[in-house]
């Protein structure tokens, strides 16, 4: 059965696009069966270029991607979480909405590279070093054996990450 993450961020325009984008990449590279979703509390409505743009860089199909609310993962037709990440500070101190099926909420903070540099080279190599950390925890997340664990063991291996 597909482990499905659900990765947040306010505006669902850099971190948690990065980190969909990794984690999907990573478990499609070790045969793990982990889907990963982003979502936005207050989505801009469009991905920063350099989010794309490092990903694609890597080597990661990006079409399709948008900026969306987390709306769309309450109702009774959105895929179940087993877990849910925030990759920002202020979306980890926003009231979430009722997850169905209750997933592991945890918090793993990056600084916004959106908010690095004063030119487009400096912001291009903070987002590819946000991508480069995001990617370690997220192959290491795409290694988890869902399968085996309960709640409580799967939060304490998240907050091993």
């Known amino acids: 059965m597909t482990t499905n993450i659900l990765i947040l961020c306010t505006h669902n325009s850099a971190r948690?696009?990065?980190?969909?984008?990794?984690?999907?990449?990573?478990?499609?590279?070790?045969?793990?069966?982990?889907?990963?979703?982003?979502?936005?509390?207050?989505?801009?409505?469009?991905?920063?270029?350099?989010?794309i743009e490092v990903l694609q860089a890597a080597g990661i199909d990006t079409a399709g991607y948008r900026s969306k609310s987390w709306d769309e993962f309450t109702g009774d037709s959105a895929p179940r979480m087993r877990v849910v990440i925030t990759v920002c500070d202020s979306a980890a101190n926003?009231?979430?909405?009722?997850?169905?099926?209750?997933?592991?909420?945890?918090?793993?903070?990056?600084?916004?590279?959106?908010?690095?540099?004063?030119?487009?080279?400096?912001?291009?190599?903070?987002?590819?070093?946000?991508?480069?950390?995001?990617?370690?925890?997220?192959?290491?997340?795409?290694?988890?054996?869902?399968?085996?664990?309960?709640?409580a063991q799967l939060r304490a291996a998240l907050q091993r990450l």
């Not at 793990?32 to 991905?47: H, K, N, T």
């Not at 912001?123 to 054996?145: C, D, H, N, W, Y």
């Open 94 to 151: 926003e009231p979430c909405p009722y997850w169905p099926g209750s997933p592991v909420q945890i918090h793993w903070g990056y600084p916004d590279p959106s908010n690095a540099g004063s030119n487009e080279a400096e912001k291009r190599a903070a987002f590819e070093s946000t991508r480069q950390a995001i990617g370690e925890r997220m192959r290491q997340l795409a290694q988890v054996p869902f399968d085996t664990l309960d709640d």
């Open 16 to 51: 948690s696009v990065l980190s969909e984008g990794m984690l999907n990449h990573w478990a499609e590279q070790q045969g793990s069966d982990v889907r990963a979703y982003s979502a936005g509390s207050m989505p801009s409505g469009r991905i920063n270029p350099f989010a």
